[in-house]
């Protein structure tokens, strides 16, 4: 169908080309739409005479066709082959100029320049990933880009990714590449040199047009349209376009980049003027003001915190935190760390009540350092993070300001399998992948190693107080041992094989473990004595075992439920249904007092109470639930889902109170601080992002 949009004009098709022929995989017109060029499914190119309606011969060869372009006065068109060919045309009479073999892999993208002297290519995929400019006379490459260096592969350096990805413009003048785990690069193909390159902001590695330096990427909702010389979001089209334009199956931009072409699934098409690189949302403007506002900002600011120091001290925390809710209007002081540590200080003289604000503290790409998924922990105050390198080393982070300031050499045992912090969060402790256990002292730099005595160790947990570690390992036998001493407190020979998981209860008097796949695959609890308390016989391969904050109960989760046991007793007390979770992920998280509990539910979270099992809120998730926190206080929890989007909700209403994107994998893990204020994600991609949040209390 061939349409000439205009707006408040019909609606209908201008001219209808064809009804007959296989499905149609690329269009491309000429600037004035005079001549056409269609590539069918199977590689098969028709030309179509515009003007008239009527079908040109189209071209002669065979199939393997799989980009198309038409030069701007519609002289001749370019074809792309998988098998990385280009040849341009005449339109007049379909010979063919020129034919060059420009990559080693399929044509994803091509242009040809307004004067027909010169075809712009482009290929992305492991046999090269690059973009070319070919002068036709010669068949010589004038000029290329190819992507930066990441890793190596046989000994050779690798430049070429499966997910690069990247678009010509119409004209062939410029081209965008977004390269995975690399740059976003506009390059200018005239002059054969770079023009920018920006932190790659694009997420998806398909769906993504360019005309100029404006980027529209489609491959999932919502679509978004980019400056690429910055890297900046434009404008998310999201909400602009129709509800059943969820999954935008094909699109289209202009050349001077003012409007683009949305089609869906069910036959709707939609157009959407775009915005360009200056623009700026009305809201971005600064309101003006009068002289004597832009100088006592400063005073005003100095005096309200002034006043809360005064209400904080005389107990007056209701009237604190009003006059801290006023600096919310005070321009440029909401962020500051005094307004921070000053609702840090009324938290607990209130109930958490709103979130006034989330924001991204930083963002750690840490690919080709750490391990994938990265073995990391949070200090439970929310002021220091641990991570591991894939060669050994152990950082020490400050989070706030998101600097390294110690690092533990790769020492014994090589990579970390999982961290924990202990002895209030002066130690870590670190699992290594050759089972032994390094323990860090993060004050002085003093190492220790637990080493593999009888047996590669398998497990370990630290207990809530963090003066006291259990640890398995493969001959079966469980220890104890006392931190920061790491003296044996009791020793337990479990099972005859690999111990698989542990747990330990917070003050230290009982011991879990999960015992090696086979006969004696069943979970053993102990008390004051050598022998098992209680034991629980033919258990699933990869359950999670948790106790109560006070010690009482032990939860034993797996794929489809959640169990609970009396601790001391081992009488069973119920379960609760639990669906979606991947192996190695948390099945189970629990508030600070130990009365709720938060589970995965196919594609929702269910919260429910600990003493009971009862559901007290099921909250709605747009995809399965991959990871999730509950706060101490149980009032909101965390989530993340496959859509990579981090949410925050409230427990009690059962809103979503917020939500925060910058991964580009999948989410791994979340931590939160005990205060609420802190969260620490982490990616299947290695990439660790801090986010601090702001709270509203009630005081009454």
Known sequence: MLWTPAKGGSRRAERILSRRGDPIEAVALSAGAKVGAVVRKGGAVELWDLARGRRRRGLREGGGVCAVAVSADGSFYATGQVSGTVSVWSVEDESRVAAVIAHRGPIDSLALSPDGRRVVTASFGKKDSSVRVWDLATGVCAAGLTGPQRGTLYGEPLYAYDLDT????????????????????????????????????IRDTYGVLIAGTTVLTTAESPVRVWDAPTGSCLRDLGRDLRPTIVSVRAAAISADA???????????????????????????????????????????????????????????????????????????????????????????????????????????????????????????????????????????WDFQASERILTFDRGEGGMAVDVRFAVDGLLALVLTTSGTIRQLRLDDGVKRIFTKDTGKLTA?????????????????????????SGNVTAELKSFSGTIRTVALSPAGQYAAALGPVGDEHEIHVYGNSNTPKWTLKNRSAHEELRFSPDGELLFVSYALSTGVW???????????????????????????????????????????????????????APTWPSVFELSRDGTFLVAGDLDRVVRVWDVRTGQCLREMEGHAAGLHRMMLSDDGSTLFTTDLGSSMHGWELVWDYDFR
């Open 166 to 201: 990247g678009a010509i413009s119409p004209d062939g003048s410029s081209a965008v590449v977004a390269w995975w785990k690399g740059p976003l690069t506009t390059w200018d193909t005239l002059r054969g040199t770079v023009v920018s390159e920006v932190p790659n902001p």
């Open 258 to 396: 003012r409007v683009a072409a949305f089609a869906d699934s069910f036959g709707g098409i939609a157009l959407r003027s775009l915005p360009t690189a200056d623009y700026r949302a009305p809201w971005c403007y600064a309101r003006p003001q009068e002289a004597h506002e832009l100088v006592s900002t400063e005073n005003t600011f100095r005096g309200r915190m002034d006043q809360v120091k005064a209400h904080t001290e005389q107990g007056r925390f209701a009237e604190a935190g009003a006059t801290l809710r006023s600096i919310q209007d005070v321009p440029g002081y909401t962020r500051t760390h005094e307004v921070r540590e000053a609702w840090a200080e009324l938290a607990p003289h209130g109930e958490r009540a709103s979130l006034l604000g989330a924001w991204h503290l930083f963002e750690y790409a840490a690919d080709g350092e750490s391990t994938q998924p990265p073995a990391v922990a949070l200090r439970q105050d929310g002021r220091y993070m641990v991570t591991t390198r894939w060669t050994g080393e152990v950082d020490l």
């Open 460 to 484: 370990f947990d630290v207990n809530a107080a963090g003066n006291a570690v259990v640890i398995g390992d493969e001959t079966g036998t469980l220890r104890v041992r006392n931190l920061p």
């Open 566 to 620: 009396v601790t001391a007793t081992g009488q069973f007390r119920y379960s609760v249904p639990c669906e979606g979770t991947m192996t190695g992920r948390r099945r189970l998280a629990l508030s600070g007092d130990g009365q709720l509990a938060v589970t995965p539910d196919g594609k929702s979270l269910r919260v429910w109470r600990t003493d009971t099992g009862k559901l007290v809120r099921s909250l709605p």
